[in-house]
């Protein structure tokens, strides 16, 4: 039996892995996918303190080696289930059953979609949610992000550096997202804003080739012809698995307080996919170190 199954190994994930191994705890990383969660798709990282400049996938690959160092163990399975039996945790994946004294709910959330007819059926041919993955292919086409986050601007001025042309697609007429990047943008040429707007029709032959774009003011539509339409507009908590077990907000979140603790006994929550005001790398490792300590605790009294 291990001390600790940590459920999802993005930045949260893994630093509470890091705190526990500290702790000389035994801990299990489940992770369906692989390591590094959101952030690794992000191309620059330059709020994080200690260095002005990273990439995600270098930040997410030093956090890893890391905690492996420190003698964590990583399984790359899917967590579909957690049991409890006198306070033993067992945590099921499709191939296995693990059981721990604590478990640690990090795992993050997933892209939100628009909910288009055919959204599915292009992405692939046209339709992404990931500009750093897929970016390269539309190299000198024309592109749009819909969006008004951090995630659409830094799209927007990664697809700027290789596209001809992007169009910004948001449903207001300011952003969310950091001013800094907003600014960055409006410097460059090959950038359009459309404000106030909706994409409401995907249209495709075999390939996307046109977007439908309608106003939300006056109610026009326009089309757009396009190569490529990334989709960034925001996420929403991954806990299906869980949510019989921990209580959940109306948006899905798991509700846990500063301290990480869930209204479970045993089972806590770090990163963004517990309620909180500010989802960001910092707050996410912030979270893993305390989800850890207070699992430590739990552990040490029992
Ligand atoms: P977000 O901040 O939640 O923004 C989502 C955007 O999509 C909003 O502008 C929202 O519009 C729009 N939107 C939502 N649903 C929509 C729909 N159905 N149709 C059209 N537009 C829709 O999401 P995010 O940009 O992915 O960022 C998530 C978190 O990660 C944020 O806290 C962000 O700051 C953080 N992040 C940080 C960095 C960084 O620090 N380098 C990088 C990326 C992301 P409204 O504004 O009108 O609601």
């Not at 967590?79 to 006198?86: G, S």
């Not at 033993?88 to 007819?117: D, H, M, Q």
């Amino acid at each position: 039996m291990y001390d600790i199954i940590v459920i999802g190994a993005g930045p949260a994930g893994m630093t509470a892995a890091i705190y526990a191994r500290r702790a000389s705890k035994t801990v299990l990383v489940l992770e369906a996918v692989t390591y590094g969660g959101q952030i690794i798709n992000t191309p620059d990282i330059e709020n994080y303190p200690v260095t002005a400049h990273i990439s995600g996938f270098d930040f997410s690959t030093k956090v890893y080696e890391q905690a492996k160092d420190l003698g964590a163990e990583f399984v790359f399975e899917k967590a579909v289930e957690i049991r409890d039996e006198n306070g033993v945790k067992t945590v099921v994946t499709p191939k296995n059953a693990y059981e721990a004294k604590a478990v640690i709910l990090a795992t993050g959330s997933e892209n939100r979609k628009l909910g288009l007819e055919n959204e599915d059926a292009l992405v692939g041919r046209g339709v992404s949610y990931c500009a750093t993955c897929d970016g390269n292919f539309f190299r000198k086409k024309t592109v749009a992000v819909v969006g008004g986050g951090n995630t659409a601007l830094e799209d927007a001025l990664y697809l700027a550096d290789l596209c001809e042309k992007v169009y910004l697609i948001h449903r207001r007429d300011s952003f969310r997202g950091e001013e800094a990047n907003a600014e960055r943008l409006k410097a460059r040429e090959n950038v359009e804003f459309v404000y106030n707007s909706n994409v409401t029709r995907l249209i495709a032959e075999k390939r996307l080739k046109a977007i439908e774009v309608t106003n939300r003011l006056d109610g026009s539509v326009r089309t757009i012809e396009l190569n490529g339409l990334f989709i960034a507009v925001g996420r929403v908590p991954e806990n299906q698995n869980f949510g019989s077990l921990v209580k959940l907000d109306e948006s899905g979140y798991v509700i846990a307080g500063e301290d990480c603790h869930t209204n479970y006994e045993g089972i806590f929550v770090a990163g963004d996919t517990r309620t909180k005001a500010l989802r960001q790398l910092v707050t996410a490792t912030a979270d893993g170190a305390m989800a850890a300590t207070e699992a430590v605790k739990y552990i040490n009294n029992l």
